[in-house]
């Protein structure tokens, strides 16, 4: 049940579910609700928005409680910050990454094995064995 002094509207009045996924809007509710309940600021990382045109962007959202003059809580003031793309560069880094990785595994394994045919066998029995014709 949904605690009643948590506003269950998001930005501009629309409801937070309108623009998450049910897995996103409960970590949307339990951040705002910390804040609610502690009244400390709090950035959100990494969850899903949902655009009205339907995309999927990853954001940032740094939000505070916002009181009135005898301090009792009147909603939030966050700022909402797009890192879709820097989130897209880190996971094809990663990729890049493990590829690298791969290459230098195999050329280790490819050098090995190279250095482990120069040193058993003379030139001429590594092309008898392997050059042309050796069938």
């Given at each position: 049940?949904?605690?009643?002094?948590?506003?269950?509207?998001?930005?501009?009045?629309h409801?937070?579910?309108?623009?998450?996924?049910?897995?996103?809007?409960?970590?949307?509710?339990?951040?705002?609700?910390?804040?609610?309940?502690?009244?400390?600021?709090?950035?959100?990382?990494?969850?899903?928005?949902?655009?009205?045109?339907?995309?999927?962007?990853?954001?940032?959202?740094?939000?505070?409680?916002?009181?009135?003059?005898?301090?009792?809580?009147?909603?939030?003031?966050g700022?909402?910050?797009?890192?879709?793309?820097?989130?897209?560069?880190?996971?094809?880094?990663?990729?890049?990454?493990?590829?690298?990785?791969?290459?230098?595994?195999?050329?280790?394994?490819?050098?090995?094995?190279?250095?482990?045919?120069?040193?058993?066998?003379?030139?001429?029995?590594v092309?008898?064995?392997?050059?042309?014709?050796?069938?």
């Amino acid at each position: 049940m949904p605690n009643p002094r948590v506003p269950q509207r998001g930005t501009h009045g629309h409801e937070r579910r309108q623009y998450t996924d049910k897995e996103n809007s409960k970590k949307v509710f339990q951040a705002f609700n910390r804040v609610y309940r502690t009244g400390e600021s709090r950035v959100v990382c990494g969850f899903e928005l949902i655009r009205k045109d339907g995309t999927k962007r990853h954001v940032e959202v740094s939000v505070s409680l916002k009181k009135d003059s005898s301090g009792k809580p009147i909603g939030f003031r966050g700022i909402v910050r797009d890192i879709t793309d820097i989130k897209r560069a880190v996971e094809e880094l990663e990729r890049e990454k493990r590829a690298a990785q791969r290459l230098a595994e195999e050329n280790e394994s490819v050098g090995a094995i190279g250095r482990i045919i120069s040193s058993t066998l003379e030139i001429e029995n590594v092309y008898e064995r392997f050059g042309p014709g050796s069938g």
